[in-house]
């Protein structure tokens, strides 16, 4: 995408309210200015998306040669969410995204709602002190992005309220609030196995939700990651650059992955299963476990020992459907070493 195009400022004659402002915003995106989603476009109005004290960067994001300048001056060499200078900037471009996308209109719909609401944790979190820490380690590698750990997991109550607010309810309300909880791990497939399941799981206990709801994450991946624009100042060259980070998955791979996961930790549960109903039995045929057993006939460790397990475990498959005490018996009576 092109360097951002510049935005007229509200002529001072005729100041206009951020609630205003987003009122207007919202009937121009095609959503409804209801008061939940007002609010919620006037408090990403409110919220930079970048750290104070580089204000001649900001103003300048639409104008290459100053904007070069500017960032040579700050010691600045990558504007990371180069869209505009607010957490708005960012949703309203994956906004703008999306109506000119060819999906079908229904998940237009849901997918501008989505991106509404997915950054609003952005609004409570940009301050803490975890998040001005690497703010001022970003800053120190030239890096121009206001860290904002944990906004994934900020403000659901809010999020909940507002999308309530636009008739989300029930499982699509639980799969919605899934999808933010998850849309900043933009590499499904390089996540930890476990992780991998967890985060599938999350949309429902079927395969129909779970599929459902992996399509939806994976969509809203890239649609953040398109909307994430990045400026980078390198050999004395400006250029606009996509986001680094930008999911390169879908949902076959993905969804593949995750049921050979799943596969695999049946298959592992399986053996566990088994394995401790064996060892459950053996310590019913001798009232202790089979290590407690061995001394008693004289075998300790060496190659006696595992000898001597298999042996045992033999005769107690091979006479499985006798007593315990005869099963005993019988190994008691049988030459356990070579």
Same mark, same amino acid.
């Given at each position: 995408?092109?360097?951002?195009?510049?935005?007229?400022?509200?002529?001072?004659?005729?100041?206009?309210?951020?609630?205003? &402002?987003?009122?207007?915003?919202?009937?121009?995106?095609? !959503?409804?200015?209801?008061?939940?989603?007002?609010?919620?476009?006037?408090?990403?109005?409110?919220?930079?998306?970048?750290?104070? $004290?580089?204000?001649?960067?900001?103003?300048? !994001?639409? +104008?290459?040669?100053?904007?070069?300048?500017?960032?040579?001056?700050? $010691?600045?060499?990558?504007?990371?969410?180069?869209?505009?200078?607010?957490?708005?900037?960012?949703?309203?471009?994956?906004?703008?995204?999306?109506?000119?996308?060819?999906?079908?209109?229904?998940?237009?719909? +849901? *997918?501008?709602?989505?991106?509404?609401?997915?950054?609003?944790?952005?609004?409570?979190?940009?301050?803490?002190?975890?998040?001005?820490?690497?703010?001022?380690?970003?800053?120190?590698? #030239?890096? !121009?992005?206001?860290?904002?750990?944990?906004?994934?997991?900020?403000?659901?109550?809010?999020?909940?309220? #507002?999308?309530?607010?636009?008739?989300?309810?029930?499982?699509? &309300?639980?799969?919605?609030?899934?999808?933010?909880?998850?849309?900043?791990?933009?590499?499904?497939?390089?996540?930890?196995?476990?992780?991998?399941?967890?985060? *599938?799981?999350?949309?429902?206990?079927?395969?129909?939700?779970?599929?459902?709801?992996?399509?939806?994450?994976?969509?809203?991946?890239?649609?953040? #990651?398109?909307?994430?624009?990045?400026?980078? &100042?390198?050999?004395?060259? &400006?250029?606009?650059?996509?986001?680094?980070?930008?999911?390169?998955?879908?949902?076959?791979?993905?969804?593949?992955?995750?049921?050979?996961?799943?596969?695999?930790?049946?298959?592992?549960?399986?053996?566990?299963?088994?394995?401790?109903?064996?060892?459950?039995?053996?310590?019913?045929?001798? $009232?202790?476990?089979?290590?407690?057993?061995?001394?008693?006939?004289?075998?300790?460790?060496?190659?006696?020992?595992?000898?001597?397990? #298999?042996?045992?475990?033999?005769?107690?498959?091979?006479?499985?459907?006798?007593?315990?005490?005869?099963?005993?018996?019988?190994?008691?009576?049988?030459?356990?070493?070579?």
């Amino acid at each position: 995408m092109p360097f951002r195009e510049p935005t007229m400022p509200p002529t001072p004659e005729k100041p206009q309210s951020p609630e205003y &402002l987003a009122t207007q915003e919202l009937m121009a995106l095609g !959503l409804e200015a209801n008061p939940e989603n007002i609010e919620t476009v006037a408090e990403q109005m409110k919220t930079a998306q970048h750290p104070e $004290g580089y204000e001649e960067i900001l103003a300048n !994001l639409g +104008d290459p040669e100053k904007l070069k300048a500017a960032m040579e001056k700050q $010691g600045i060499s990558s504007v990371i969410h180069s869209e505009g200078p607010t957490v708005w900037d960012h949703a309203k471009l994956a906004i703008r995204q999306i109506e000119a996308a060819d999906m079908p209109a229904n998940l237009k719909q +849901d *997918c501008k709602l989505l991106m509404l609401y997915h950054d609003l944790g952005k609004t409570a979190v940009g301050t803490s002190e975890e998040n001005q820490t690497a703010t001022a380690k970003k800053l120190k590698k #030239g890096e !121009l992005n206001r860290s904002m750990i944990g906004h994934a997991e900020a403000k659901h109550d809010e999020m909940t309220k #507002g999308l309530k607010a636009n008739g989300i309810e029930g499982d699509k &309300l639980e799969k919605f609030m899934a999808v933010i909880t998850h849309h900043m791990k933009k590499a499904l497939l390089e996540l930890k196995p476990q992780k991998l399941v967890e985060v *599938c799981e999350s949309f429902g206990k079927d395969k129909a939700a779970r599929e459902a709801g992996v399509k939806l994450l994976i969509e809203v991946l890239h649609l953040d #990651g398109d909307a994430t624009q990045n400026i980078v &100042l390198a050999d004395g060259r &400006l250029a606009p650059e996509g986001n680094e980070k930008k999911p390169a998955s879908n949902f076959e791979v993905v969804w593949a992955k995750y049921e050979a996961i799943k596969k695999t930790q049946v298959a592992e549960q399986e053996k566990s299963t088994k394995k401790k109903a064996e060892d459950d039995f053996e310590r019913t045929v001798f $009232g202790e476990d089979v290590s407690d057993y061995l001394p008693k006939r004289d075998i300790t460790n060496g190659p006696d020992r595992g000898y001597a397990v #298999g042996v045992i475990r033999k005769l107690i498959a091979e006479h499985k459907g006798k007593t315990p005490e005869e099963i005993k018996k019988i190994i008691d009576e049988t030459v356990l070493t070579k």
